[in-house]
């Protein structure tokens, strides 16, 4: 079952919604609705989630607050971690360009003393969880294996398009991500090729 709905003519005139409304039915397009962050938690916590590229879609449609309200959320966190490793790669592969960028953007509209409380905060958050998510994984998955390469990557990745200035405020949160890994790798879950 799709989230998107698409209109035909009939109710693009019932709808009364303008030209535009009834240019995207003529042509075949679609209208697509933004979900909030608590009815996203709703349809992955139903008994039939939306396919994970699906909920993709929905939570790149999301300001900041409302990702970070989704992920708070315990059984969101294990929707996802339930899901086979080849979507949930998938999934966060499709929302880690938009919330990088989401991230960025709130940065850089605190004051110097909101910057340091927010990635405070994240650190202490990722030090929470440091096990947790792992801990819910299917036993295969459970053991990590990524190439010393795809950890600089994705490392250049999240500091792509940032000022020094930016990265002098993001590096405790860039030594918490090395921290989690060396203890991944120290603790048998992550295999370095």
């Known amino acids: 079952m799709t989230r998107k709905k698409r209109l035909g003519l009939g109710t693009a005139a019932i709808a009364g919604s303008g030209v535009v409304i009834y240019l995207l039915a003529f042509a075949g397009g ?3 609705r933004d979900y909030a962050a608590p009815e996203i938690a709703e349809l992955v916590k139903s008994s039939e989630p939306p396919p994970a590229a699906e909920v993709a879609e929905m939570v790149n449609r999301l300001d900041f607050e409302g990702r970070m309200e989704l992920f708070e959320d315990d059984e969101v966190r294990r929707w996802w971690t339930g899901l086979p490793r080849e979507e949930r ?4 592969a499709k929302t880690r360009k938009r919330g990088r960028e989401l991230f960025l953007a709130k940065m850089r509209q605190l004051s110097d003393d909101e910057k340091k409380e927010m990635v405070d905060s994240l650190v ?8 947790r998510l792992l801990d819910q994984l299917d036993e295969e998955d459970r053991k990590l294996r990524l190439s ?13 398009g940032t000022t020094s200035e930016e990265r002098v ?12 890994l060396h203890d991944l790798q120290h603790s048998g879950r992550l295999e370095l090729e």
């Open 169 to 180: 405020d993001l590096a405790p949160l860039e030594a918490e991500m090395l921290d989690a």
């Open 89 to 92: 790669m998938e999934f966060a």
């Open 30 to 32: 679609e209208v697509v």
């Open 148 to 160: 010393r390469a795809e950890i600089r990557r994705a490392v250049r990745e999240f500091l792509e």
């Open 124 to 131: 202490e958050r990722m030090r929470e969880n440091r096990g």
